[in-house]
Every structure is written in C-alpha cells, then in structure tokens.
C-alpha cells in the first residue's frame, strides 16, 4: 500500500495525537461505515448530502440520480471534501470541558470522476450491493439500460485524505481526579437487527 | 411551533415523497442524533467536519475550539450546511436499482451566531451536557475562565431547513415481485452499550 501524504488540507492541527494517515486503518473505517456525508459547492453555497458509498481498491464511491444537483456541481468541477464518521462512545469526564466521544472519522478531498465506462460502472454497482451483503450482486435483476441512465456512479482517489480517532476513557486534569463524580464511557454501539423480509 | 417556509434550497427535487418540512419531526431528528456533519466554505475550497450538536429552543448548536479553521470560516460569515443522518436500515429489493436505505436526515443552512454572553455560553454548555445525560450538568465540574476561553460555541438558527425520511420495505417493479429474490429489511439499529467506568 502506498504511503498517503500529509497536504495543507489535511494535516490536523487541532489534536494531532488523534491524527491517523495509515491506509490500512482508514480503508477499515470506509469499509465499516455505510454513509458518508458528500461536501461540495453548489450555487455559490455548500451542500452537505449523506449518501451510501463504497470502497473499490483505492478509489471512494458514490452513486445516486444522474440529475442529482450535488453530484452536477461535483462533475462540473467542485472539489468535494468526503467525510465518515463512526460514533464509538461518549465520554464523560469529571469537568464539564473533558467531555468528549470516542470516534473514528475519515475526511477525504477530492475530485469527483464519472464512471462512465458500462462494464466498469456495472462491475462498481455490483460491488455496492456486495457490502449490502456478500453474494447479493448474484441474486437481484440486473439493472436494465433506463434503471444504468437514471443513475451515475462518481469515484474519488483516496490520495488526499486523513483520518482522526479517539479512543478510551475521559482525560481529565490532575487536580479533578478525586471530585465525587462518575466517569466512564457510554458505549454507543451499531448493530444489524433481525431481517424483516417484504 | 412556526412552520417552516421552502426555499430555493430547501425545495427537495429528488424524491420529492420523502421530504418533510414539520418541525416536530425534524427536532426529533436532531435531538436523538448527537453527531452532525458541518460544511462550509474554507480558504476557497469545502470542509466538512463531524461534531456533536444539540438544539435549544429554535436553534442548533455546535462548539469546539476556537481555533477551528472552519468555525473561524462561518464565524467570517460562511453560510453553512449541517447535515444530521440516522440510519435505520439497508432496504433489499429483487432488483439491483431498487436497494435503498431507510433514514431519517436533516439538512439546515444558515450563517453561525457566536454566543459570546458569558451567561448565555454557560447555559448552553450546559445544555449540552444534559444531552450526554440528564443531570450531568449539576454533577461535573463547571468549566474555568480558561477553558470558557478556549472553547467556541456557534448557534444556527432552524430556519432554512429540510428533512428527508424513508420507511419501510422495498418498492420493486410491479414485474420483478414474482423473482425468487429475498427481499426486505436489514435493521440498522444503534444501541447504549454497558457503561465503562474510568
């Protein structure tokens, strides 16, 4: 895996401890979320849109109407700016300011490509039904020519990108180590339920 | 409750049957996410950062250090977009097109007000806590001169604002719902885990 370089944009200067530049890790926190929230400029303002994405070797995927006005701005030219967050736990420390939460986030910049290619943009579809669920791209319809029209599939290098993670228990000062006050982490935990079928 | 007007931004084009404009239900949104996604315009390009929010009254609030470049950005005067996003579940339909998601989002743009009264910076903080949990706010230790210092608080008002919901099981293609394709509903369902003593 190469080596991602540290940019103006993307080196953190508040909480560098928390900083994370290794692919590894952040190709594991793409892959765990489902949602990103999609950042660009759009007339003259920014518009800031969740949506489902994916992760092919090492490139980031989006996918939504091809009249999509975001998804315009971005293939007009915009930069967009990528941002996941997982929400691990909230952190309750003896002072009111030491209070924090537990997360790991991606944040990544970059231009928008239109996967126009149809055996690519097919093969990319399918791999987002892949992390629906393994197997699945195997099982549903296809999609037909109109259903491939109404949709376009954007994907962004993950070059210009950095991460940030916390994790583990309140840091507080010394001096209000002894207060009479809980301290902990409330684990915020994601899980699956049970399949509801149609 | 005023009720909220549709503006240019606001006006959801795609998926029309899916925005919400009622108060009520976008406060509910906004008061059970604790993570919000903050874009805004920075040094000429998007930036969109994940921090905790919460709501008093008719406005939404964020904080963090004073220092944040992109809170420096929208206190200049950057309009922003905060996005809030509850997933509630992967939708499986017997086409490949029709896979969607189930959640509950908010989109609210607006320029940031820095809360700069100290009475008013201190109940807010406050509030905030009370959001980690009920109570918390009277049992933690207060924040010192310092610390009110080195923290920004920035209140949005919930003006300008959208929600999109989407419920239920798949809508497939009248022709498609004889395939044998399991379809259905993945539950995304997230939890308070047991607590973590420091």
Known sequence: ????????????????????????????????????????????????????????????????????????????????????????????????????????????????????DPVEKRSALDRMLEKFSPGRSREARPPNETEMKATAVIAFAIEEVCAKVRTGGPVDDEADLSLPVWAGVKPVITTIGELIPD
Request: hydrophobic share 40%.
């Open 1 to 116: 895996m190469t080596a991602i370089d540290i940019t103006e944009r993307t080196r953190l200067r508040r909480g560098p401890k928390r900083a994370c530049y290794d692919r590894k890790a952040i190709y594991n926190i793409l892959d765990e979320a489902f949602v990103c929230h999609l950042g660009a400029s759009m007339h003259g303002g920014t518009a800031v849109q969740p949506t489902f994405h994916w992760r092919i070797g090492d490139e980031l995927y989006v996918h939504g109407s091809s009249k999509n006005g975001l998804f315009q701005s971005i293939l007009a030219g915009e930069t967009a700016c990528v941002t996941v967050t997982l929400l691990d736990g909230l952190v309750f420390a003896r002072s009111a300011f030491h209070h924090s939460a537990n997360f790991r986030s991606v944040m990544l910049y970059g231009k928008g490509r239109l996967v126009e």
